[in-house]
């Protein structure tokens, strides 16, 4: 029997074009649009989407966090602030790196690690 793997991760998202377009300017995400309520993400490393929903995934909510990596952790924590994010924890140790947690437009928490 084959291993079952994670293949498609969705997000909420309450507005999805500021969404869209904070990934867009924060890491180069690119988009194929289903409709005004769905967006799928191309080119971000695990295929995915963000779905219209007054709902925020945050950790405190017991949500599942999503994180991204980069080989350059101040570079991204730059672009991050460039694009509007809102930096929830700075950067910090953990054990195999260091990495930082943000919420984009609509709310969501996300992190980014790097050794």
Known sequence: MSATKINYIEMPASDIAATKQFFNDAFGWEYI??????AAIKNAGVDGGFYSAPLKAQTAQGSVLVVLYSPDLQKSLHAVEQAGGEI???IFSFPGGHRFHFTCPSGNEYAVWSE
């Open 33 to 38: 649009d289903y409709g005004p309520d769905y």
């Open 88 to 90: 929830i924890k700075p």
